[in-house]
């Protein structure tokens, strides 16, 4: 049997007895010119036949795909999932929809998924940098369209950058607990060096505390008991107490646990702390004092400065907007 050919606008227009432009106009939502007895008809037809619009077509039509692409740093991490929930949210209010892209923390497939993006016809990019080079990421961006950074700051960026207050709760929670006699630092972290937020939050701790020590773990792969006994030497080997510093949640949630079960962080002598986004943290120990972060927040705000400027409420936007953090 031969497949049943799909049905056009041309087709639609015949049956609701309008013209394409009409149809056009219907499938836009330009509804202001026409009645609504026309828009049932044409509905009623669509239904009919069923129809479905042929998207590529009106992209080319109208420079316009109604999509953002969002490209998160690693898909992994709950910052990042919470972060594009915000995003998708504010975006869907507005009639955008957001495809999401994970660079999995590595510089290379960033780049190819920049390329990606300006093969395509995104109306927008949000983008969550790997790279610290705003320049790398001005000399990959071919099309001119909105782009806004969320979560990282590049220096000298051209657009909007929405962030979280790093440097200052990162001091404000070392002060903290240095007034409480930890003067002994464990930084828990990626490697520093690869992310802004990372450096300005380690930057935070450096201003109180003079006894840092850096424990860096490889995103990609690392030896889960060997970080663990370099922790346990770090804490027993200090004559001062201790705090170990996570700069993200992923290692609290790795390291701290067995650490606490094992009575090497009693809230005496050693104790913890972290930029956190779940509750999972408190659940395993209520005493723990942490930052948290609002990622849905972060992102909704990233999306709305996208949608502004997408629909000319605001067609130059620029400058920094933080979403402030909290020790709680």
Avoid: C
């Avoid at 609290?252 to 972290?274: K, R």
Wanted: proline share 3%.
């Amino acid at each position: 049997m031969a497949q049943k050919k799909a049905a056009t606008m041309k087709n639609v227009a015949a049956l609701a007895n309008v013209s394409i432009a009409t149809v056009s106009r219907f499938l836009n939502g330009n509804l202001d010119r026409m009645s609504k007895a026309t828009a049932s008809h044409i509905q009623d037809a669509i239904n009919q036949l069923n129809y479905v619009p042929n998207s590529a077509a009106r992209q080319m039509i109208t420079h316009s795909s109604s999509m953002v692409a969002v490209v998160v740093a690693n898909i992994d991490d709950y910052f990042s999932t919470e972060l594009f929930k915000g995003i998708s949210d504010i975006l869907e209010a507005n009639h955008y929809t957001g495809v999401l892209f994970d660079t999995d923390s590595n510089r290379q497939r960033e780049v190819d998924l920049i390329k990606t993006v300006n093969e395509h016809t995104y109306d927008g990019l949000i983008l969550q940098p790997f790279t610290n080079d705003v320049v790398q990421v001005q000399n990959l961006m071919r099309r001119n369209i909105p782009v806004v950074i969320v979560d990282r700051e590049l220096e000298r960026s051209p657009w909007t950058q929405v962030v979280t207050d790093n440097f200052d709760v990162a001091q404000k929670a070392t002060r903290y607990f240095y007034s409480r006699g930890y003067t002994h630092v464990v930084v828990l972290t990626s490697k520093i060096g690869q992310a802004s937020t990372r450096r300005e939050r380690y930057a935070g701790i450096k201003s109180v505390a003079a006894n840092v020590d850096v424990l860096e773990v490889s995103e990609e792969s690392y030896n889960h008991t060997q970080v663990h006994q370099k922790l346990v030497e770090l804490i027993t080997n200090s004559t001062e107490k201790t705090l170990v510093f996570a700069l993200k949640e992923r290692w609290l949630l790795e390291f701290i646990p067995s650490l606490i079960f094992q009575g090497y962080l009693d809230n005496e002598h050693a104790t913890a702390t972290a930029f956190s986004d779940t509750a999972t943290a408190k659940d395993i120990e209520p005493r723990l004092k942490l930052i948290s972060q609002n990622p849905y927040l972060m992102g909704a705000s990233a999306a709305e400065v996208l949608v502004n400027t997408l629909t000319g409420k605001d067609d130059h936007p620029q400058g920094k907007l933080v979403i402030p953090a909290h020790l709680k």
